[in-house]
């Protein structure tokens, strides 16, 4: 009884840290079809976190906050994008020169701001943040172990988030698979040329790619700073972004798969916090920081052809010039 | 005789970096003015702050010291046509083989011995650490770059596993070691010139700067003047060429990660032997991330990486002082021009090359006449 | 490969008909910097006729049909389409047009369907659905109408290449071309398939489609086409109906009388053999076999040259000798050294006396941004001579390279300039010095004058010729006829990966050697 609550209460966990990753995953993997490389989701996401927290501290709505952290996503993905697609700059330093300067610009802002050495004041007044919504008769259920725990834990008590980002895995499937755009999409990140004779902008697609890779990152950061913690803090994102994108390589740029990889990586997080100091049977104790490494280990096997293969799409990183 | 679009080559190698950093400075100063202070104070303060004084020119020097060791990694990894971003995991990798080497041996061994010890521990760990994403690209077409970042996160999982649980000093709380023996400390330049009867104010500034202008040197005669250096440079500028001349790129590009992690390898030099005299958390603050910006703003060559290490460190030591004078600046904006000038260098080079261009295209046609 | 004529030709268009030309082409003219690529072009294609267009390779026939497709803007002249004039200035136009085009290299996104291929650009609605199901009947029909079955729902990279050049194929059509070109498609096609494109081509004609067939194989004209188009050096030098002519006439038309640069050479004294080639097989980095049980000897004080149109094999074969690419099957003799079982590389040829002038200089013989003196030592950068111990002697190279400058007249002499500064000639004058520096005693050169003004041109065919009087060997590989007559001894003819004769010098001519190079059997007419 005592290990089937553990259980489920670990899943519920594995369920709120999984969010952010599936949104920063489905929004690179946006980008990422269409032959962007996204390595700036740690940027975006942290960018758009400061703006949501300082927005909805001064305004008192968390939906404001919502648009500020969507908008500065956006801005910010549109900056990679004119240097990268635009410009045809190099797509890997353009993404760490926006993680890096995100990194110290929130901060910086922060601390000129609000004067609390790099935060953003707390969300503490209702409405600031997004809290849990409790379904109907939950507290109820909880007494009956089963289905109860399970509909009061696992399916009950999120915030509108997270609700949001499991909609957005079918959605993202059905556009990347059903509709004209996501045809073009995945076309011009396996051969932008065919789409170019076929009389289609490729950097128009690049750039609408792009576009939604910065709109989902900024609901991720917004979830960070608003529902999954109240304020922003300096470098809250801590690697999230590429551990997404990690889960994205594992998912093989697929919505489900993708989904897949991020409720795994999540779990391995919640189930670090779990395991600290406890003595397994055979093995004993697992050091907290393999658990945490796990994630990494298992993309790098993945690159290595262990575990399947990994096949990106083939055009991804080059930019796009026409010939001669 | 330039094709329109063409830079001569000073001009690439000289006013690009410049005009780009210009124009990120300026950014900065944007940021800077939006935050609420004045730009040309800040500006002012920077320079005082970095060179002002002995003890700020020798922490200039001192941060230096660390982007010319990851400016030259990414620099030599660049000549080979690879990206090498895990240079901030290689230099952890590389201060933990010197922290073991000064651990075991700082009670048994005099000075000169310890240290051609742990210079090739310092090597030799940070080659390790770059070798499984180089042996993946060359035999298993892994990218690179995705492999180096997952290694980052892997390796600081790893030193931290290290410092909480192995190596840490018993009865203390902060995941540190225990303090080495003297006789594993890299000497401080103001003791040294002091017993040449110089009087310095006192900085962290030790042999490892010495060290690292060796290892300039070194890159120098090496991808240039070496026959190595040339199956390098060849191999990353047209490797089919390479094919023809019977070189093999993948054997060159390997040999050119494991030196690129031995040189990041050298920032354990500086801040475990040098500095703290112990191994502690996350040494290399970033210094891997900073070294990709020394190195394109360097140009990848070792007189440009040395200048743009100099600039980096006089922003990072002018920029802790400004937050001292400053109250609405602290460290991070250092941060943010950082990002800035790598962004403006790096990836917005076309941008700022097309007009530099049409410039010199009109400037030319005037010169000789229509 | 059969003949696969079914039904007799279609009548010309005559005067009383009302149907205007499918297209007509009128002084369409078109340069690329020096190279006049097009000169005022002007012929008309009857509607529903299969019609060639041939030439060897640069006599402007795929300028001139990437004009038409509008990849191109011609600088002079119009293209009018069933009577009325168009103004192409992308793909865009053409397709409305009714115009379609076939690639050599496929435009294909090798992980979709090939319904998927079919239909991006024209999804026919936002949803995938409706649109999918549409194209799925409309293709069905066209299917049924000219033959053209492919598989809707398989993935196109697991699909043989012939079915891939169908999806092409069905692109265009569902498009509603009228007018499809097809840019040398047997090039990748096996002999059966080669038959079932041209059966489906006869099956477009009788539909009333018209196709222009771009290609230098000679035995294809004859085979599907109706009239037929020569073009040399830009020009169209002949038109004719394709039954009043014949492959040895075609020839003669497409080669024609160029000026000839003959090298005045005394008659060769062979000595003996240096290289001897046995049985080689060697497949391309996909795996397509380019050169096929390829086997001859090359001696002392000779040069023999390796004539075909480009891509029958010669370059494989220039790069197996070197070393670059590992045949699947035979071997290679040099000075009694097995190379291939050996496994020797580059470095090791060059070491025994092996050197190596590339077809391509740009891509593979130099490296544009290095200086001229780094450049000549590429390949040779590990010898004593300029290098002590792994450093590499900067005097010694300098001197080299200004000895060589000297010596090839490479100008301007500046060792430190970046070899992108110099001219064409002047970089060919330096790999040449650099190759024949080290005294080797067998030279592989692969165009060697390609892109080579005409003064540097008479500069390096006199070297060779030295060079093989001094009793070294050569094997001169050229697209350019005029090239090999004027300076080989003997000839090899090469033809889809075979070396399918071999003349004297004495004995050779344009025709004979044209003949050869488009594949036609001694005895054929």
Redesign the interface.
């Given at each position: 009884m005592e290990t089937y609550t553990l259980i489920v209460l670990l899943l519920a966990a594995t369920i709120r840290v999984a969010t952010p990753l599936l949104l920063a995953a489905l929004a690179g993997m946006f980008s990422e079809r269409s032959g962007v490389?996204d390595?700036g989701l740690e940027g975006k996401m942290l960018g758009a976190a400061f703006a949501a927290a300082a927005v909805s501290a001064v305004t008192g709505s968390v939906w404001a906050g919502l648009a500020a952290g969507v908008l500065t996503s956006v801005a910010l993905a549109l900056l990679i994008g004119f240097?990268?697609i635009t410009?045809?700059?190099?797509q890997?330093?353009?993404a760490?020169?926006?993680?890096?300067?995100?990194?110290?610009?929130?901060?910086?802002?922060a601390?000129?701001w609000f004067n609390l050495g790099?935060q953003t004041p707390q969300l503490d007044a209702p409405g600031q943040r997004f809290v849990e919504i409790v379904w109907p008769w939950a507290e109820r259920a909880r007494e009956t172990p089963f289905p109860g725990l399970l509909y009061a834990e696992l399916l009950s008590g999120h915030s509108l988030v997270v609700y949001l980002a499991a909609a957005l895995v079918p959605a993202g499937a059905w556009v990347l698979y059903r509709t004209r755009f996501g045809l073009r999409l995945r076309a011009v990140g396996e051969n932008p040329a065919a789409v170019d004779t076929a009389g289609i902008s490729v950097n128009g697609l690049r750039y609408q790619a792009v576009l939604i890779s910065g709109v989902l990152c900024g609901v991720a950061g917004t979830y960070l700073s608003t529902a999954a913690s109240s304020g922003f803090v300096?470098d809250m994102t801590a690697?999230k972004g590429?551990l997404a994108?990690?889960a994205l390589?594992f998912g093989k740029w697929r919505p489900y798969p993708t989904l897949g990889a991020c409720l795994l990586f999540a779990f391995t997080d919640a189930l670090a916090a779990r395991l600290q100091g406890v003595a397994l049977p055979l093995v004993g104790v697992i050091?907290v920081?393999?658990i945490?490494?796990l994630p990494?280990?298992l993309?790098?096997l993945l690159?290595?052809?262990f575990v399947g293969k990994a096949v990106?799409p083939k055009a991804i990183g080059v930019p796009y010039a026409k010939e001669q | 005789?330039s094709a329109p679009g063409r830079l001569p080559?000073w001009a690439d190698l000289g006013l690009l970096p410049v005009v780009s950093l210009l124009a990120a400075l300026a950014a900065s100063a944007a940021?800077i003015a939006?935050?609420?202070e004045s730009p040309w104070v800040a500006l002012r303060l920077l320079a005082a702050g970095a060179f002002g004084s002995q003890e700020a020119a020798g922490y200039t020097l001192y941060y230096a010291t660390n982007f010319i060791f990851t400016g030259l990694a990414v620099a030599v990894a660049f000549h080979a046509g690879l990206?090498n971003?895990g240079c901030e995991g290689q230099a952890y990798v590389g201060g933990l083989g010197v922290g073991l080497v000064c651990l075991g041996l700082d009670h048994h061994w005099p000075f000169w011995a310890i240290l051609p010890v742990a210079m090739c521990a310092a090597a030799g760990f940070g080659a390790a650490w770059a070798f499984?994403p180089a042996w993946?690209q060359a035999r298993?077409g892994?990218?690179i770059?995705?492999?180096t970042?997952?290694?980052n996160?892997?390796a600081s999982?790893?030193m931290?596993?290290l410092l909480?649980?192995v190596l840490i000093k018993p009865g203390q709380q902060s995941p540190e070691t225990r303090e080495f023996a003297s006789s594993a400390w890299l000497p401080a330049f103001p003791a040294l010139l002091g017993r040449l009867g110089v009087g310095v104010s006192a900085s962290p500034l030790n042999l490892a700067f010495v060290l690292a202008l060796a290892a300039a040197a070194f890159v120098w005669?090496y991808v240039w003047?070496?026959?190595?250096g040339?199956?390098l440079?060849?191999v990353g500028?047209?490797p089919?060429?390479a094919?023809?001349?019977?070189i093999s790129p993948p054997r060159v590009m390997l040999v050119a990660m494991l030196l690129s992690g031995a040189l990041a390898g050298g920032l354990g030099l500086n801040e475990v032997m040098g500095v703290q005299h112990r191994l502690l958390l996350d040494f290399p603050g970033?210094a891997g991330?900073v070294g990709?910006a020394v190195a394109?703003m360097g140009r990848n060559h070792p007189v440009g990486i040395f200048l743009a290490a100099v600039l980096f460190g006089a922003l990072y030591q002018g920029g802790s002082q400004l937050s001292f004078d400053l109250p609405?600046?602290?460290r991070?904006?250092?941060?943010?021009?950082?990002?800035?000038v790598?962004?403006a260098c790096?990836?917005?080079?076309?941008?700022f090359r097309t007009p530099l261009a049409a410039l010199f295209a009109r400037w030319r046609h005037s010169g000789e006449g229509d | 490969m059969s003949a696969v004529r079914t039904e007799p030709p279609a009548e010309p268009a005559s005067p009383a008909h009302a149907h205007p030309p499918a297209l007509e082409l009128q002084g369409i003219d078109k340069r690329f910097g020096p190279v006049h690529a097009n000169r005022a072009v002007s012929f008309a294609i009857a509607r529903g006729t299969v019609h060639g267009l041939v030439g060897e390779n640069g006599a402007g026939k795929s300028t001139l049909m990437n004009i038409v497709y509008g990849f191109h803007r011609a600088d002079a002249g119009e293209v009018w389409v069933h009577g009325r004039r168009v103004d192409i200035h992308r793909p865009h136009d053409a397709i409305a047009a009714g115009i379609g085009m076939v690639h050599q290299h496929f435009m294909l996104v090798d992980n979709f369907t090939v319904l998927e291929n079919v239909v991006l650009g024209v999804e026919g609605g936002r949803l995938l659905a409706d649109g999918l199901a549409r194209a799925r009947g409309e293709l069905e029909r066209i299917a049924r109408d000219y033959g053209l079955v492919v598989p809707l729902d398989a993935v196109v990279e697991h699909l043989p290449v012939g079915l891939q050049q169908r999806v092409e194929i069905l692109k265009a059509l569902y498009r509603r071309a009228e007018i499809l070109i097809l840019d040398e498609p047997t090039a990748v096609l096996t002999p059966q398939e080669t038959d079932q494109l041209f059966r489906m081509l006869a099956r477009l004609r009788q539909q009333g489609k018209t196709v222009i067939l771009v290609t230098h194989k000679l035995r294809e004209i004859m085979a599907v086409t109706d009239r037929v188009t020569v073009m040399r050096q830009g020009a169209v030098v002949h038109e004719t109906a394709t039954c009043e002519t014949s492959e040895r006439a075609l020839a003669e038309k497409m080669v024609g009388r160029a000026v000839s640069l003959r090298v005045e050479k005394t008659p060769a004294r062979p000595g003996g053999v240096l290289l001897a080639v046995k049985d080689l097989e060697v497949r391309d980095r996909f795996g397509v076999t380019r050169v096929k049980r390829a086997g001859f000897e090359l001696r002392a004080g000779e040069i023999l040259g390796l004539a075909g149109v480009a891509g029958n094999g010669q370059s494989e074969l220039l790069e197996a000798l070197?070393?670059?690419l590992t045949p699947s099957r035979g071997e290679i003799v040099f000075k009694g050294v097995a190379l291939v079982r050996g496994g020797l590389?580059?470095?090791?040829r060059?070491r025994l006396g092996l050197a190596?002038v590339?077809e391509d200089r740009l891509?593979?013989?130099?490296?544009?941004?290095?200086s001229a003196q780094?450049n000549a030592?590429?390949?040779y950068?590990?010898q004593p001579a300029?290098?002590r111990g792994?450093?590499?002697r900067?005097t010694a190279i300098q001197a080299g390279c200004e000895r060589k400058m000297r010596d090839y007249d490479v100008r301007p002499p500046d060792p430190g300039l970046?070899l992108s500064?110099f001219s064409g000639g002047n970089q060919q004058k330096l790999v040449l010095a650099r190759e024949i520096d080290c005294d080797p005693q067998v030279l592989l050169v692969g165009q060697p004058t390609r892109g080579v003004d005409i003064g540097a041109v008479e500069f390096i065919h006199r070297r060779l010729v030295g060079l093989r009087d001094a009793g070294k060997a050569l094997l001169l590989v050229s697209v350019e006829l005029d090239e090999i007559l004027g300076l080989a001894d003997r000839i090899l003819v090469m033809f889809n990966g075979e070396i399918v004769g071999e003349v004297a010098s004495a004995d050779a001519t344009e025709e004979k050697l044209g003949l050869m190079m488009a594949g036609v059997k001694e005895g054929h007419a």
């Open positions: 490389i390595l240097a990268c410009h045809r700059g190099n890997v330093v353009a760490m020169a926006v993680n890096i300067m995100v990194a110290g610009l929130g901060p910086s802002l601390l000129a790099g300096r690697g590429y994108l990690a390589i050091p920081q393999f945490l490494a990494y280990v993309t790098v690159l290595a052809g990106a | 005789m080559r940021i939006i935050v609420g990206f971003i499984i993946l298993r892994s990218h770059v995705i492999t970042i997952m290694f996160f892997i999982a790893l931290t596993y909480v649980e005669v003047h070496t026959r190595w040339y199956e440079r060849t500028q047209n089919s060429a094919v023809y001349a019977g970033g991330f990709i394109l609405r600046i602290n991070d904006m250092v941060v943010v021009i950082q990002g800035l790598i962004l790096g990836a917005l080079e076309n941008l | 070197a070393g670059i590389g580059p470095r090791e060059r190596h590339p891509r593979m013989g130099t490296v544009a941004a290095f780094a030592i590429l390949g950068h590990d300029y290098n792994g450093l590499l900067g970046r500064a």
